[in-house]
């Protein structure tokens, strides 16, 4: 992201000095960079687990019991970590209700569903080159066998 030079202005309008303009680039995020806050982000949520965890939370608040149904494949202690992670991030509320048994629910915050569009994109794409991605790397496999075995 470029620089703000001396003189640019601020959201209300106002100029900015040059101590200013760098102050306000120190809180820009490069998620290429290694290190980056953004990059650490990214890489939780693009995380499968976080993805099919966002996507059946889309429905509404749901126990862990109902999530480990809607989720096939996922362990308790994932399904686990996946929510305390989501929590930690601010992505969703988990509210424990005093009754017999407890009842704990995990329900979208609004940061968590301002999320969901480029989750559904990402299972929209996934879906729509699945096939390809699928013949890709048959040929791909194919290919490399054959350079293995000296053909």
Known sequence: ??????????????????????EREQHRYNASL??????????????????????ALEEGPQRHSELRRRIPGASQKMLT??????????????????????RTDYELTHRGQSLLPVIFRLKE?????????????????RVRAGVAAGQ
């Open 125 to 141: 794409w996934a879906e729509d080159n699945m096939d390809a991605v699928a013949a890709s790397r048959q040929h791909h496999d």
């Open 34 to 55: 290694e290190f980056c806050p953004a990059r650490q982000l990214m890489e939780a949520i693009s995380s499968k687990w976080v993805t099919l965890v966002m996507l």
């Open 1 to 22: 992201m470029p620089k703000a030079p001396p003189g640019a202005c601020d959201d209300e309008g106002m100029t900015l000095t040059a101590d200013q303009s760098r």
């Open 81 to 102: 970590s996946t929510l305390r992670t989501l929590e930690r991030d601010g992505l969703i509320t988990r509210e424990v209700t005093a009754s017999v048994p407890v």
